[in-house]
């Protein structure tokens, strides 16, 4: 993908998401099935896992000197993928979400989409090459190039999106 095609995909999955929480009514934003995550948990997931990324991205100069540059050939989208989910797909405690009320919904929302603003800002700044070259820590996979993480952050809201219906599904049975 180009950095406009990621850009946009990246947008757009997490705009998906967005939109289809946001239609959902109270009881299904709320609604817990065993100990899966509600709606509601997994918008605050998602918005938890951009928040690092407006201020890492803001210093090219801070990527390279902290995290440093990708030392092997990049991966496509599917192998960033592929290998995501051979992990545990365990989020670290920080990206773990507290209980969600139903009148959090518009502020999470307002907040996660002033948060992709950002971060798409910021990724346009970056040359095609730093994309690949610029390395950042994933806590499941290693270091990645910013190009890959964002293969995965594009990734991240449609799985936990998938989620989200599977647990409606469950409601409308």
């Known amino acids: 993908m180009t950095k406009q095609e990621l850009i946009k995909t990246f947008s757009d999955n997490h705009y998906t998401a967005i939109s289809y ?14 100990e899966k995550w509600t709606a509601g948990q997994q918008l605050k997931h998602i918005l938890l896992t951009l928040l690092p990324f407006p201020k890492v991205l803001q210093s090219k100069h801070f990527i390279a000197q902290k995290f440093g540059t990708l030392e092997r050939a990049p991966w496509d989208y599917d192998t960033v993928r592929n290998n995501y989910l051979k992990t545990s797909r365990q989020a670290p405690k920080q ?25 798409n800002q910021l990724l346009a700044l970056y040359k095609e090459e730093e994309l690949d070259r610029l390395a950042l820590p ?21 799985h936990h999106l998938n989620q989200i219906k599977e647990n409606v599904m469950v409601l409308n049975k």
Request: hydrophobic residues 40%; charged residues 20%; glycine residues 2%.
């Open 21 to 34: 929480i946001q239609a959902l009514p109270e009881s299904h934003f709320s609604f817990r099935n065993n």
């Open 95 to 119: 990206f773990l979400p507290e209980e969600i009320a139903p009148e959090q919904k518009e502020l999470l929302i307002a907040q996660t989409e002033e948060t992709l603003e950002t971060i």
């Open 138 to 158: 994933h806590p499941l996979l290693g270091k990645l190039s910013i190009r890959e993480m964002f293969y995965l952050m594009s990734y991240h809201p449609i």
